[in-house]
């Protein structure tokens, strides 16, 4: 679980110092960095994870417009720096502290200037990353055992060798799940086959349900429960099938004798609905960080 955020020059984030717990909301006017807050996260899982045959630092930023669209437009300063504390959840004295410092060049262009990774101890601090010369980050276990380096084009985690103590990190922020919901494309009927995990979209809701009723009846059972409580005009939702190989979800009303089509339902019913589903969906398809 991440506790802390730190981000220096990101976008509108001139220096923000964010406290964080298990669930979090952010709340604010238009302008006020909500976003921006939210595009870290996914800037460091495509630093971490980009496409494949591509070096992540070059591609999170080829994703914004290159790092002039990135970098705080207030002031001179070249240097966009990223910090993460945290705690494991299986293992709560166990925490970590992960910075990435990149320096803007030329033409784009940009270094690692530091990058590390501590792990946090009652006695003592390990660091699982370590600064050599000529500008190489070194992979170092507790026992300091050397595993290799990575120059200072490359972030150090998208890398990360498996026999390594901070590969756990890796594999943390590798499930790392990313949703902007668009309720035009969640009203549409989706294939049957496509439902074992929702799109970033939403556009597969009524086959990811319908997944979650057939798969895990005690979620499906839970995100009713939830609608319920919160508007008392519900029964429940239900999936049905098609002939076409497609689905669709509705909802039933009480006092209504036919449910009403996902294609009519209203937009902030949809995202509420798939919100649930993902707070509700089973530990093996959840993801780390929403």
Same mark, same amino acid.
């Given at each position: 679980?991440?506790?802390?955020?730190?981000?220096? #020059?990101?976008?509108?984030?001139?220096?923000?110092?964010?406290?964080?717990? =298990?669930? #979090?909301?952010?709340?604010? @006017?238009?302008?006020?960095?909500?976003?921006?807050?939210?595009?870290? !996260? $996914?800037?460091?899982?495509?630093?971490? !994870?980009?496409?494949?045959?591509?070096?992540?630092?070059? &591609?999170? !930023?080829?994703?914004?417009?290159?790092?002039?669209?990135?970098? /705080?437009?207030?002031?001179? $300063?070249?240097?966009?720096?990223?910090?993460?504390?945290?705690? $494991?959840? #299986?293992?709560?004295?166990?925490? %970590?502290? &992960?910075?990435?410092?990149?320096?803007? +060049?030329?033409?784009?262009?940009?270094?690692?200037?530091?990058?590390?990774?501590?792990?946090? +101890?009652?006695?003592?601090?390990?660091?699982?990353?370590?600064?050599?010369?000529? +500008? !190489?980050?070194?992979?170092?276990?507790?026992?300091?055992?050397?595993?290799?380096?990575?120059?200072?084009?490359?972030?150090?985690?998208?890398?990360?060798?498996?026999?390594?103590? +901070?590969?756990?990190?890796?594999?943390?922020?590798?499930? /790392?799940? %990313?949703?902007?919901? *668009? =309720? @035009?494309?969640?009203?549409?009927?989706? =294939?049957?086959?496509?439902?074992?995990?929702?799109?970033?979209?939403?556009?597969?809701?009524?086959?990811?349900?319908?997944?979650?009723?057939?798969?895990?009846?005690?979620?499906?059972?839970?995100? #009713?429960?939830?609608?319920?409580?919160?508007?008392?005009?519900?029964?429940?939702?239900?999936?049905?099938?098609?002939?076409?190989?497609?689905?669709?979800?509705? *909802?039933?009303?009480?006092?209504?004798?036919?449910?009403?089509? *996902?294609?009519?339902?209203?937009?902030?019913?949809?995202?509420?609905?798939?919100?649930?589903?993902?707070?509700?969906? @089973? =530990?093996?398809?959840?993801?780390?960080? &929403?």
């Amino acid at each position: 679980m991440i506790t802390r955020l730190q981000v220096r #020059n990101f976008k509108s984030l001139r220096n923000l110092d964010l406290p964080l717990g =298990p669930l #979090n909301v952010l709340a604010g @006017p238009n302008m006020a960095g909500k976003s921006n807050v939210l595009d870290v !996260f $996914d800037f460091l899982h495509q630093v971490f !994870f980009p496409e494949a045959g591509t070096q992540g630092i070059v &591609y999170a !930023f080829a994703q914004r417009g290159g790092v002039s669209e990135v970098i /705080w437009k207030g002031g001179d $300063d070249k240097l966009i720096s990223i910090a993460l504390e945290g705690v $494991d959840e #299986n293992e709560p004295e166990t925490k %970590f502290r &992960y910075v990435l410092e990149l320096v803007a +060049g030329a033409g784009d262009f940009v270094t690692v200037q530091n990058e590390s990774l501590k792990l946090l +101890g009652s006695e003592k601090e390990v660091d699982l990353i370590v600064h050599v010369q000529r +500008g !190489f980050h070194q992979f170092v276990n507790a026992d300091g055992e050397n595993l290799g380096s990575v120059g200072s084009t490359a972030s150090a985690l998208q890398y990360a060798p498996p026999n390594w103590a +901070g590969y756990k990190l890796h594999e943390w922020v590798r499930d /790392w799940r %990313f949703y902007h919901l *668009v =309720p @035009p494309d969640m009203k549409e009927p989706s =294939p049957m086959s496509s439902g074992e995990h929702l799109l970033r979209n939403g556009a597969n809701l009524s086959a990811w349900l319908m997944w979650l009723q057939t798969n895990s009846p005690e979620a499906f059972g839970r995100i #009713n429960e939830v609608l319920r409580d919160l508007f008392e005009d519900i029964s429940h939702v239900k999936t049905t099938p098609m002939q076409d190989g497609k689905v669709f979800f509705a *909802v039933q009303e009480k006092g209504l004798k036919r449910p009403i089509p *996902v294609w009519q339902g209203s937009d902030g019913l949809l995202v509420l609905t798939a919100l649930l589903s993902l707070i509700y969906s @089973p =530990p093996e398809f959840s993801g780390t960080l &929403y």
